[in-house]
């Protein structure tokens, strides 16, 4: 996982609620046995719809993704982060997530943030307005900032939760951090546990 101190870049205003993890990434793309490729599967069901919002040109090269209350229901998956990443997606914006999605988002390197739903739709209209429109998440400050629309809001991230974006450590990353008390231990068994 890569360090992540700031996240700024364009977004997409996905106006749906309770989008959840089947119609993020449909179950016939959980058969790939490697990591990788998820981003041809991301909302595959809605990109048939020649008006959903991924499939409009203003929005290409976006990175922040902007949706709707509970996002992230579902199953568990970590598919679904995977291709929002694999998509070119840093970050999801939104009123409430799963909590197994968000979950999952922080031990991926997708960032989560939850902001009021009146907050959101002034980002919606914003970006709507001028596709061009600039998001910036400061992960360090806990803040995201809208400057052509006048948006400064904070977001709430645990701790933990903020110190593995701004390491960039995943799991095994933070295990790895007590690799010395780790070795300390498995020089002190006995040989006969070995």
């Known amino acids: 996982m890569k360090a ?11 106006k749906r609620s309770d989008v959840d993890t089947d119609q993020i990434i449909p179950a016939e793309w959980l058969k790939h046995i490697e990591r990788t490729g998820f981003e041809k599967g991301l909302f595959s069901t809605w990109r048939d719809d020649r008006n959903f919002v991924l499939n409009d040109e203003r929005y290409v090269g976006a990175s922040i993704l902007v949706a709707g209350p509970a ?11 995977w291709a929002i990443l694999q998509s070119g997606f840093n970050a999801v914006i939104a009123p409430s997530f799963s909590d197994i999605f968000a979950n999952n988002c922080t031990k991926n390197g997708l960032i989560p943030v939850v902001l009021p739903e009146a907050v959101v739709h002034q980002i919606w209209d914003a970006i709507e307005a001028d596709p061009a429109t ?7 400050r806990r803040s995201v900032e809208v400057p052509s629309a006048g948006i400064v809001a904070p977001f709430a991230m645990d701790d933990q939760t903020q110190h593995r974006f701004l390491n960039g450590l995943d799991d095994v990353g933070i295990t790895l951090t007590h690799a010395a008390d780790i070795t300390a231990f498995e020089s002190s068994r006995p040989a006969w546990l070995t």
Do not use: N, Q, Y
């Open 134 to 140: 600039e998001i910036t998440i400061d992960v360090e």
């Open 4 to 14: 992540v101190h700031v996240v700024s870049g364009r977004g997409v205003p996905l």
């Open 71 to 81: 996002f992230g229901v579902g199953s568990s998956r970590e598919h679904a982060v």
